[in-house]
């Protein structure tokens, strides 16, 4: 199978979130970045998993600056063949979406992985908007994932349960917890990574038409009310008369 | 003009989050002097609920594929130009998830998925949204002239505008699917966890799966739904839709109950947006007592079979 897998950058999850320049810029000083884990941990096993049943290959792509390169390898040393960046800020959703769909249109992919969202913008955007320039199908928070004779079988998971379904490829889907297991790339996946291909293209034009133009932190809370352990009916009483939660 | 509102009846009812959304869809129809129109799978009589919400026609359709976000994204972008739509409303939830950015591609529109504000006005139309795993807030402005918004559970609120309501029927028939749905698997029973307004979250300091019991007894004295961290689910201790925080589902509800969890900055991720935290741990020192706003520093073992208790006592008083 022809598999692409879209992979991006996120900063570590213990990292800092800050704001500068008037909170109009994130404070990357001192940021560490990773695989955007739903991308590294299911998306892109899963796809590495049907093509070491099945044949063929898998692509890994990014938008991105050169600086994603380091990212970009950890995916071909834990198992996808060969890699895209193309070569952008990937300044929004739409963006993104339409340089992958630019790339992807002639190329004839059979399953196009995205993550279920990026932990920094949350949008949860990318994949949908996808399979929409592309004119596909696209199943979202696929938690399950099995080709037989070609065909698809498909678990989404929804509010409290799953949507099972079955479809024939091309299509696209966001990948959620329990597609795959996690891999730790090895030595020998390291080395590997070194001599597979990861080719840099140029951007189309597109335009940006939903932008971030602030930030700003949530409101802190006001410090924390200790409770006699001795006494939980103090505390049933405060959660009905004082936060009337219950 | 018109906003256009789509809200859909699970088994024939609609969730909170439908009315937040029709809530959201009046107050913006307002500033743009514009009718909110709601698309909905529901039959008429229920669809009817919908007026007491600022809805003024109700549009009603059939389709068996709502699964098939190709088919219900057309179903909603051409009853947007039939109505003329400048803004297509949507509740934050999976279903969504596979719309919004179909549905944006489609109108050409500006998109927010989990919007938590209305805009200040029409013409400066900026929105929040809470981003890097609500660690922060995201001012989004919207420049195209059409808008896609799914609005963030519990963040607008529900507001009563009673409204004439005219009814009209829209023809989904001429959409094909190449999607089978092959079954529908809900588990019966309890709320599920992202729209769970109660929620009793354990961790590893449970110690063994053996142990959850007083866990699930606590969830039940209080009608909540029950959570877990991530290696709590991770080894099998509990299933994966437990699973809450950065990398597992991000809630929303009015009271969180934490016990045994250290409170490490990935958990807090997915939590920290619920209105009242209440941790539970032996460790006066753990991280999770800062976020929260009433804590108990004591073995679960006593506390949560004590709380339980009391919360019994309280229901019959
Ligand atoms: C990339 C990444 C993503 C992650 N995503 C998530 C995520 O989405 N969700 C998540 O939860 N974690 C996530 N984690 C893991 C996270 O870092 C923590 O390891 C995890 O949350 C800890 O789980 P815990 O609090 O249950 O266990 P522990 O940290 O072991 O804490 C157990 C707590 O129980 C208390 N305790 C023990 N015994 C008792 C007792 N008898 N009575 C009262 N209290 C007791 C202890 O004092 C301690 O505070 C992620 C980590 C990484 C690296
Ligand atoms: N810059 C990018 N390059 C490649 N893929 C991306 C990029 N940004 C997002 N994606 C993909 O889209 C998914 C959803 O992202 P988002 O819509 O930003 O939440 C991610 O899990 C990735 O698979």
Not at chain 1, 65 to 87: H, M, S, T
Not at chain 1, 164 to 185: C, D, H, T, W, Y
Not at chain 2, 264 to 283: E, F, M, P, R, Y
């Amino acid at each position: 199978m022809n598999l692409l897998v879209c992979i991006s950058k996120t900063p570590e999850t213990t990292a800092k979130i800050d704001f500068v320049n008037d909170s109009k810029e994130f404070n990357t000083e001192g940021v560490q970045y990773i695989m955007n884990p739903y991308d590294e941990w299911y998306a892109l096993v899963r796809a590495i998993e049907l093509k070491e049943a099945l044949g063929g290959t898998v692509t890994a792509i990014n938008v991105g600056p050169a600086a994603n390169d380091i990212i970009i390898r950890k995916a071909l040393a834990i198992g996808a063949d060969e890699a895209v960046r193309i070569d952008a800020e990937a300044s929004s959703a739409s963006f993104v979406a339409k340089q992958i769909s630019a790339y992807a249109s002639d190329k004839s992919f059979d399953i196009i992985f995205t993550g279920k969202e990026s932990i920094d913008y949350n949008g949860s955007l990318v994949g949908s908007m996808l399979a929409e320039y592309l004119g596909l199908p696209f199943l979202s928070y696929v938690s399950k994932l099995d080709i037989n004779d070609g065909k698809a079988t498909v678990s989404c998971d929804i509010e409290g349960g799953v949507e099972l379904m079955s479809l024939n490829p091309p299509f696209v889907l966001s990948a959620a917890k329990g597609l795959a297991e996690q891999r730790i790339p090895n030595m020998r996946g390291i080395m590997m990574a070194k001599r597979k291909p990861l080719n840099a293209v140029e951007a189309v034009e597109h335009n940006d038409s939903t932008r971030v133009v602030r930030y700003s932190m949530p409101p802190e809370k006001s410090g924390v009310k200790l409770v006699d352990p001795e006494n939980m009916d103090e505390l049933v009483r405060l959660l009905h008369e004082e936060a009337k939660v219950i | 003009m018109s906003v256009l509102v789509y809200v859909e009846a699970v088994d024939g009812k609609y969730k909170k989050t439908a009315y937040e959304a029709c809530s959201y869809g009046f107050r913006l129809a307002q500033m743009n002097s514009a009718n909110l129109v709601a698309l909905t799978n529901a039959d008429s009589q229920t669809a009817s609920e919908l007026a007491s919400y600022g809805v003024k026609t109700v549009v009603c359709f059939q389709s068996e594929d709502l699964h098939d976000s190709a088919v219900l994204s057309s179903i909603i972008a051409d009853a947007a130009a039939k109505y003329v739509a400048n803004a297509v409303i949507l509740t934050d939830d999976s279903r969504s998830k596979a719309l919004l950015g179909r549905l944006a591609v489609k109108l050409d529109a500006s998109a927010v998925s989990g919007a938590s504000s209305l805009p200040e006005s029409a013409s400066e139309f900026q929105v929040s949204k809470s981003i890097f795993s609500s660690k922060a807030i995201g001012h989004y402005s919207l420049d195209s002239a059409k808008k896609v918004i799914s609005v963030a559970r519990n963040s607008v609120g529900i507001h009563e505008n009673a409204a004439d309501l005219s009814h009209e029927e829209f023809d989904a028939s001429g959409y094909t699917s190449s999607i089978e749905l092959i079954e529908v698997k809900r588990v019966k029973g309890t709320v599920p966890l992202p729209e769970a307004e109660l929620v009793v979250s354990a961790g590893r300091g449970m110690k063994d799966p053996g142990n959850w019991g007083i866990v699930e007894e606590l969830a039940d004295t209080l009608g909540a739904t029950t959570a877990c961290s991530r290696p709590v689910s991770d080894s099998g201790w509990r299933p994966h839709h437990e699973h809450v925080g950065q990398t597992g589902i991000a809630i929303k509800p009015n009271l969180y109950i934490a016990i045994g969890i250290s409170g490490a900055i990935q958990h807090l991720a997915g939590v920290n947006n619920s209105k009242t935290i209440v941790v539970i741990n032996k460790d006066p020192e753990a991280p999770f007592f800062k976020a929260a706003d009433y804590g108990v520093v004591g073995d679960l073992f006593d506390v949560v079979p004590r709380l339980s208790e009391a919360i019994k006592r309280q229901k019959n008083s």
